[in-house]
């Protein structure tokens, strides 16, 4: 199913935050900023993050209703933290091309990108302090000091051959999968919903997280350029051992020779090898789908209690539509 039809019980307000965001980053009156914000908002994603904060507030409120104002406001303010750490994220991976565009750091350059994921980040928060929320707030903050602490692990693992599989998953539970639980617990915060329902929706989030990062790290080692957005490989070049290759490591009978290519991390012949054993690994890809397709079933389980709508129903949907964005 197509995100636009998930997302259709939401379609105006969605289109809100997008009005919101293109709101708060033309507000400078630096031509500079106005440019580079601007070049942001040209090319917006899936969306995912302020979708969850969305259909959470819908899903998991008595009647489907919740302060709209607020809502359109702090999910537009999950989007900027998401774009912020793309930002950092993209200068710590040297990447040059996002969403099949120059990135920030190149077009504009390094001292330029940090100061706008700077930016965007302190948007955020002023932004999400206006809502006066002091309890969403602190949470807020606590879940992105998370994400800066799985990217700071992350780069500190980089080319550590005896990463763990529990290793891996504590880094991207931190670095990625924090955020979209965040947008599901605040979705439901906002809508007033009792504790039990936040937790199962931010459980619902953390699940989804998890699926969506491996996915996005299979992606990077066996899609292609137009499916990415960007060059494959990036995970290679850094020298991050992602779940895709920890499995196809465990399973091979050479590892020595499967270490030794995965060192080159400059040499593209070693990516192709490294990538069409995978693709060869009948073990390493059932043992990959099993682990996508179990955080997946946790992530529809979570939903069990939550009441029959339409909202909970996109959540579901969402949920499925995360294992067709790869093709073993």
């Known amino acids: 199913m197509r995100l636009r039809e998930i997302y259709s019980p939401i379609k105006k307000e969605l289109n809100d935050v997008i009005k919101s965001l293109e709101q708060f980053l033309n507000e400078s009156e630096n031509k500079l900023i106005l440019e580079i914000n601007r070049s942001l908002l040209s090319n917006p994603g899936k969306r995912l993050r302020p979708a969850l904060v969305l259909l959470s507030a819908k899903a998991g409120s008595d009647n489907g209703s919740s302060n709209n104002d607020k809502l359109i406001k702090v999910a537009s303010a999950i989007e900027m933290i ?192 490294i990538k069409n054993r995978f693709i060869c690994s009948e073990q390493a890809i059932a043992k990959t789908k099993e682990d996508i397709q179990t955080y997946i079933q946790k992530a529809k389980e979570s939903l069990i209690n939550i009441r029959e709508s339409v909202f909970k129903q996109s959540l579901i949907s969402l949920a499925d539509s995360l294992a067709e964005r790869v093709a073993f």
């Not at 949470?139 to 998370?146: F, G, H």
Request: charged share 25%; glycine share 6%.
């Open 82 to 273: 998401h774009w912020a750490s793309l930002v950092h994220d993209d200068i710590i991976d040297h990447a040059l091309i996002r969403h099949n565009s120059p990135s920030i750091n190149q077009r504009w350059g390094l001292e330029v990108s940090i100061a706008l994921g700077d930016y965007l980040y302190s948007k955020a928060f002023e932004i999400i302090a206006s809502c006066e929320n002091i309890d969403m707030l602190y949470y807020i903050s606590k879940v992105t000091s998370t994400m800066c602490e799985g990217e700071l692990t992350q780069v500190r693992a980089r080319e550590n051959i005896s990463l763990m599989k529990q290793q891996y998953l504590s880094i991207i539970e931190k670095k990625t999968a924090s955020l979209f639980s965040a947008s599901c617990k605040v979705g439901a915060m906002l809508s007033n919903c009792g504790e039990f329902a936040q937790t199962t929706l931010k459980n619902y989030g953390l699940n989804f997280g998890i699926a969506y990062q491996i996915i996005d790290d299979c992606i990077d080692l066996i899609g292609d350029a137009d499916e990415l957005g960007k060059p494959p490989g990036a995970d290679f070049k850094v020298g991050e051992l992602t779940l895709p290759i920890l499995n196809l490591l465990s399973f091979s009978e050479d590892k020595d020779k499967l270490i030794h290519l995965i060192s080159k991390k400059d040499d593209q012949d070693a990516f192709q090898l």
